[in-house]
């Protein structure tokens, strides 16, 4: 069972690898200013690095994202510095002679389950679902600003194209961003269909993505790329 997941894992790893290769290859292909013979090991240098980077966890994920200056110049200094001699392309660690004893106080008491929610509580902080989801509005108002029905916006709803957000015990509000024309945008379905929490949608859809080149899903859905949108969804879930 072990062996075959691993050999998934590995095909997973591999088709990922391929597709972003011929993806930056078609690119370099077609930039008249990059020298033709780099184009194949850009390509498969790009894959390799998609492939190792797609089952990293969300918190590593988002570590190399705050330093990617700092990956860049990494990937620089190996690429530079590789090469068939046995002493090249090697990294050098500076180890140090000694190691400072630690100073601090330990990991502390062990709490209960209970006393760690209710330590936790006193330390959360509210905040309004317009703060972290941007302009809301309910079923009334969409009727009036947007001229959506609401028996239309219940269809929706009730088929996955739209995200809803509960707001307090009961209400559900709407994002006003998803919205274009007085529809959601294509592909809003195909991503809240990837994740069971409208909220953890919505989230992805309008933050800056490094996959998609700093850009938020929402604003390239709403330039018609539902399908680049969706493929870097798919690969993100995936991985959840």
Known sequence: MAGSQAQLHRARQAEVADR???KVADVLNADATFESGSVALS?????????????????????????QGELARRIRGLVETFSDAPD?????LEIPKAVAPSGGEGLGKIVTVEEGERLLGELAVARKLED???PVAGASELQRDF???RSTLNRWQHAGE????????????YPIEQFIDGRPAKGIGAIAA??????VAWLWLCQPNPMLGGRRPIDLLKQDRADEVV???QTYFAAQ
Request: net charge positive; no cysteine.
């Open 20 to 22: 972003v290769a011929a």
């Open 43 to 67: 390509a498969r240098i790009a894959g390799a690095a998609a492939a190792a980077i797609v089952d990293l966890p969300v918190s590593v994920r988002r570590e190399l994202s705050k330093r």
């Open 88 to 92: 090249k392309g090697k990294i050098a």
């Open 132 to 134: 972290w989801a941007g």
């Open 147 to 149: 001229a959506i029905a």
């Open 162 to 173: 739209v995200i809803a957000l509960l707001k307090g015990t009961r209400k559900h509000v």
């Open 194 to 199: 990837l994740v069971s929490n409208q909220r």
């Open 231 to 233: 493929e870097a969804a």
